[in-house]
């Protein structure tokens, strides 16, 4: 989704500008731009298209403070005339981040006053609303709170002047944004990775917060426009993380690395001769023995943690657990109970729609809330009382790979520490489970081999337009997570069945056309998926099998099989997802499409 970068520096800040954006590609977007204090003018450069386009547009282009923007649009479609900053009479440039609710009554209102729009997007009326302000003899602080204050909706956004080169105004509500504290030199961002050129030291913004920027010193303010400070804290992330590597997309590069995100994940559990509440945080104990039921609310790839996570935490805990898309759930009228764990689970910590759903959660009365995150520091880590961070490094990919591994793992520890505490978990099972833990990431890395196999096949899938999924029990949410891998980065239209749902509409798609592919672990219900595997072959459809050993499903015409390992218990739907990531991977390859950056999706999806 947008990305911002912004700088007030002793030297020129194009470069620095135009790398943070590139450093953020891996957002989503559609257009960039930038915009300078230069002799007391504003310039502006913007371009559709990508970082690169700017980068070579903005030759030239210098400034000691500046505003960079990549747009992912929202209101108006993409083009050089919506994409940011946008200006005001050409005096006050605004990089936006989020939605404002209101701007087409302020758009009215602004235009009554005499104020030309030159875009479709909701962002224009920030930097008119800041420019009317400004007008009247406020400082650029004052006109940024007192505009602010009459906005409705969600902003991280990047403010400058004209006549003020020393000055940057940023704020955040609802969209994230940090600090970047250098010396004799600051600058704001959307995420750390954009600043790890030029600094480590970096403050997270809270909600509300509005910042005067200098080159020496920064202020913060609260909501209420009181003066805070907010601890700076040293980035753990490094350079080298967020670089490809031999690799050639960040997809395949994350793919590879789950087996150390993994082990990192688990690395004190697996240390340790036994599971112990305090991973999920000191009140983790107290809060565990007062709940009797369990929701999980979560978007994406991380709803299909969630799902996979429902049948686990039922069966071995014995406790009732729901799973809802966070972004129904906050408009939903339910039922609270204030003994419910409400767990939200993601990638980023910022997807809008996770949030609003646990804050509606937490109005509702729940008061116990846990979050399972890859980003230390996000919001939702902070809005929650417990919290489990998944160690999967960064995630630059859009598609979410080594994330939706590590959030099963942390899921998994979730049930057994749950079931233990229950007394469903006795001494001699604890230690088979850890073991089984501490072999997952070699497991992980047998499957990885299947890599130059599933190559092959995929080249079998670039002609097809539809693809569907099966699995049954704990195996259909990797299905489903399956398809969502396909259709997000090759763009073939894929669903995902429980194989026992076929005869009930499905299977009337079925023909030579369409590919079928099947998860099938040897667990309790294969017997039962066979059938349903042959229900397909008898129409002529194509079978893909990822079959564990000994299931004696054999390769023979229209079935292929894909041979994973001796089953995995428990842990098999994180071996299965390996395969299912490859295919899509190469899929896409074969296809070429923007692998790491699919059309119209977004990182972080912090915007409704
Ligand atoms: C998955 O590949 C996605 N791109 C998407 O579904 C993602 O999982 C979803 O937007 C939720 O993101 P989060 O985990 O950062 O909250």
């Known amino acids: 989704m947008c990305g911002i970068v912004g700088a007030v520096a002793q030297r020129n800040v194009v470069p620095i500008l135009l790398e943070g954006l590139q450093r953020l590609e891996y957002r989503g977007y559609d257009s960039a731009g930038l915009a300078v204090v230069h002799d007391g003018q504003l310039e502006r450069v913007r371009s559709i298209g990508r970082v690169a386009d700017l980068t070579e547009k903005s030759a030239g282009t210098r400034g000691f403070i500046g505003i960079a923007h990549t747009r992912w649009a929202t209101h108006g479609v993409p083009s050089v005339r919506n994409a940011h900053p946008h200006i005001s009479k050409d005096h006050v440039a605004v990089v936006h981040n989020g939605i404002i609710e209101n701007y087409e009554v302020l758009r009215t209102r602004l235009t009554a006053a005499g104020y030309e729009f030159t875009s479709d997007t909701d962002t224009e009326v920030i930097a008119h609303l800041i420019h009317s302000h400004y007008a009247r003899g406020n400082s650029l602080l004052v006109a940024t709170q007192a ?55 970096v403050v997270y913004l809270e909600e509300g917060d509005v910042v005067e920027v200098g ?85 994406g790839t991380s709803y299909h943690a969630g799902l996979v996570a429902r049948y686990w935490l039922e069966e071995i805990t014995g406790i009732r657990c729901t799973v809802e898309v966070a972004s129904e759930y906050r408009y939903r009228i339910s039922v609270a109970n204030p003994k419910t764990l409400v767990v939200v689970i993601s990638q980023s910590g910022e997807t809008a729609d996770t949030q609003a759903a646990l804050n509606h ?84 890395k047998k499957v990885l081999e299947l890599e130059p196999q599933i190559a092959k096949l995929a080249e079998q899938f670039a002609s097809k337009h539809h693809a569907l999924f099966l699995g049954r029990g704990l195996h259909y949410p990797i299905a489903l997570e399956g398809a969502l891998k396909l259709k997000e980065i090759s763009y073939i239209h894929a669903e995902a069945y429980p194989a026992g749902e076929l005869k009930h509409g499905p299977l009337a798609l079925v023909d030579k056309d369409m590919p079928v592919i099947s998860v099938a672990p040897n667990d309790a219900l294969l017997e039962k998926l066979k059938s349903n595997l ?58 070429g499409t923007d692998v790491d950056k699919p059309r119209n999706l977004a990182k972080s999806v912090t915007v409704e």
């Open 215 to 299: 080159r020496r010193s920064y202020q913060i303010f609260d909501t209420k426009g009181m003066r805070v400070e907010r601890t700076v804290q040293i980035s753990e992330l490094n350079n080298e993380s967020v670089q490809l590597g031999e690799y050639c997309h960040y997809m395949q590069k994350e793919i590879h690395e789950q087996p150390q995100a993994l082990a990192d994940t688990l690395e004190s559990v697996c240390n340790s001769q036994s599971l112990v509440p305090g991973i999920f945080g000191a009140e983790a104990a107290a809060t565990f023995a007062d709940i009797d039921s369990i929701l999980i609310l979560a978007c």
């Open 534 to 591: 042959q229900e397909v072959r008898a129409r002529g459809g194509e079978l893909y099998v990822f079959a564990d050993a000994h299931t004696h499903i054999r390769e023979a015409e229209g079935i292929h099989i894909m041979q994973m390992p001796e089953h995995a218990g428990y842990l098999s739907p994180i071996l299965h997802t390996i395969p299912l990531q490859l295919l899509a991977y190469y899929v896409a390859l074969q296809k």
């Open 361 to 444: 959660a937490k109005t509702h009365g729940h008061i116990h809330t846990l979050a399972i995150c890859n980003v230390p520091e996000s919001a939702l880590v902070r809005l929650c009382k417990l919290r489990m961070l998944t160690r999967a490094g960064p995630e630059i990919g859009v598609a979410s790979t080594k994330a939706f591994t590590t959030q099963l793992a942390a899921l998994f520890l979730l049930t057994l520490i749950l079931a233990k505490q229950r007394g469903r978990l006795t001494a001699e099972q604890e230690q088979k489970h850890l073991q089984e833990l501490r072999h997952l990431p070699s497991g992980v």
């Open 147 to 201: 505009s602010l204050a009459e906005l409705v909706g969600a902003y991280a956004i990047g403010v400058i002047a004209a006549d003020n080169p020393d000055q940057l105004i940023c704020a955040r509500r609802g969209s994230p944004l940090l600090l970047g504290v250098g010396i004799e030199e600051h600058f704001i961002a959307s995420d750390v990775s954009a600043l790890l050129p030029v600094t480590r030291n």
